[in-house]
Structures are given as C-alpha cells and as structure tokens.
C-alpha cells in the first residue's frame, strides 16, 4: 500500500517558518481553550485526515491532499523571494497566486463557510420545489395550504435546523481556479511594518474593501474594485493583493496604526487560531475578542438554521 499522509496540515509548514522565532518555535494562540501554546510548524495548523474524506469500503480520497502538496511545493521557493520584496515573472505569479487561492478554499473556516452555504442551497431548492407545488394547485384551484405551512416553516430560522456535514465544504475547491485567476491578474505589493509585529493565523487569506462601502445581502466579492487580499509573508511583511495600484511590486511603509488594523483583521477572520513570533497578553486579548470569523462566503439566502457538524452520524 503506498505511503498517504494522515496528519494533513491546513497551513503549510513552510509558510509558518516564517513566523517561527530564532528556536524555530511558533506561539499558537487559541481562541476555543482560551490559551497559547509554542510548538514547531510540524505540530501547528493541523487536522487528521481533513483533505481526506472517507468513501466506499473505508478508503480515503486523497487527490486533494496530493494536488495541495504539489501546489506548495511549486510555492516554496516563491515564498522566500516574496518575502525578500522580489517580483515575480508571470509564470511564478500565476503558481503563487494558486497556492494563495488554496489558502483561501483549504482553511477550516472557509471549509465550514462552504458546507453552510450547502445546506443553504438545499434549503432554497427544496423552498422553490415547494414553490412550484403550490403554484401549480393555485393554478388547478387545489387546497394549498399544506405547501403555504411548508413554505412558511423552510423561511424561518427558529423552525427547521438542518446538520451539514463538515466534508460538503470541500467543494469550495472548485472555486479554486477562478480565484486563482482573479489574484493572479490582480497587483501584487509589499507593505512593511517596522514598528508592529505582524501575525497570521488559520484563515490567513481574505479580502476587505479599501473603504467603506455599504453593506449587501450577498456579501463582499474579491472582483470588487476595492477588494483588498492583505496576505502576511511574515512578521513584518504583508503581501498586499488589490485592484489598480499604480505602483506594483513596490514597498510601501505600513505605519503603527495600520499595523495594528492588519493585526485586528487577522483576528476577526481567524477560525480560531493566531499565530505569530513573539506572544504577549495584548495578543491574548486579540484573539479572545473575536470568537467567530467573519462570513466571507454567503448565498444571501434566510432560511432554516444551517449547523455544520464534523461528521454526520448514521
């Protein structure tokens, strides 16, 4: 039997390197146990068998595992000359700008955002089934009034809960190419903080409006022109992804108080783990202040209480 990889990590290890201290060590502060812990990369930002789901006969899919392993090992060479400010030619853009979209689709965060917005679809489908049920006995001057109930217990979120399995979110993977292609096409340059250690955490891509815009039912997409991918190469380097920038691939200071605001956005997106250099108690109360991550994914749809669970029971 070949050799398959069990304990699979959702942020790579090289990537986390970079915010290891000179020990190689790496604080992990957990928002669920209300704690921080120092371990090696090897030992940080992992599950058993998340890319893995189970299928016929106790065997385990692992073509997604495998594609990300490759994905990163193109990446890793890249990273480093990210994070010496070093441009890269379009072939490398493209690599790197796959690796960063399966940043985005790999997180538990967004794994568990997919799988909601599963049970969300279902939720809709069945309501416009339903729908179409009682137009027609409208039309046929039928009793209706089954499908009005139906219709009214499927619209309100303290009537039906629905349990989604963890694993629907993986479909988020098919989203990977034209993410990819949005990054990729986007500008590409450095901010760096002197003043202000930067962290990451275990959702460390997500996008934000460079200015306040107002709010929509359907959420905020990374085609806008003022999305922004603030994606940190290290402590005191961030990779800034955005639409228009009339200066690519060059350094641009990020003064204290930005600083702070990326620090503040890692946490709000976090799943529930900020990972960063050195640890102090401000950092602690960073990481409890937030205890869910912002939705970044979001169907637009109100409905019956979606609740994602780590595996269904039969």
């Known amino acids: 039997m070949a050799h398959r990889t069990k304990r699979q990590h959702f942020v790579p290890r090289f990537y986390l390197k970079n915010f290891c201290d000179a020990d190689g060590y790496i604080w992990t502060h957990d928002s669920r146990r209300g704690d921080a812990r120092r371990s090696t990369p090897e030992n940080t930002g992992l599950e058993t068998n998340i890319y893995s789901p189970e299928v016929e006969d106790g065997e385990r899919f692992d073509e997604i595992e495998e594609f990300l392993a490759k994905t990163e090992g193109a990446a890793a060479p890249l990273l480093t000359r990210l994070s010496n400010s070093e441009k890269l030619d379009a072939d490398e853009k493209a690599a790197m700008a796959l690796f960063i979209a399966s940043m985005f689709v790999r997180s538990p ?25 009682r137009n027609s006995k409208q039309k046929s ?9 139906v219709l009214d217990y499927l619209g309100r979120e303290d009537g039906l809960k629905l349990n989604v399995d963890r694993r629907a979110g993986l479909m988020g993977f098919v989203q990977l190419e034209p993410i990819s292609r949005l990054i990729e096409n986007m500008t590409w340059s450095f901010e760096v903080s002197k003043d202000v250690e930067l962290i990451t955490s275990d959702n460390p891509v997500f996008w934000v409006a460079s200015e306040k815009i107002p709010r929509s039912p359907y959420g905020f997409g990374l085609a806008h022109r003022l999305a922004v991918v603030p994606f940190p190469l290290s402590p005191s ?5 955005d639409h228009g920038n009339p200066q690519p691939w060059r350094n641009h200071h990020l003064d204290k108080r930005r600083a702070k605001l990326a620090n503040k956005m890692r946490a709000e997106h976090k799943d529930h783990c900020l990972y960063y250099r050195t640890h102090h108690d401000g950092l602690h109360q960073l990481g409890m202040k937030y205890p869910k991550p912002v939705q970044q994914v979001d169907f637009g749809y109100s409905g019956p209480k979606v609740n994602v669970v780590r595996k269904l029971k039969n």
Do not use: H, N, P
Not at 111 to 132: H, K, N, P, Y
Not at 237 to 241: G, H, M, N, P, T
């Open 141 to 149: 001057g039928e009793d209706t009034k089954l499908e009005e109930v």
């Open 237 to 241: 380097l961030i990779l800034r992804i």
């Open 109 to 133: 965060a967004q794994i568990r955002q997919f799988a909601a917005l599963a049970g969300d679809m279902a939720s809709w489908i069945t309501a416009m089934q339903v729908e179409c049920e």
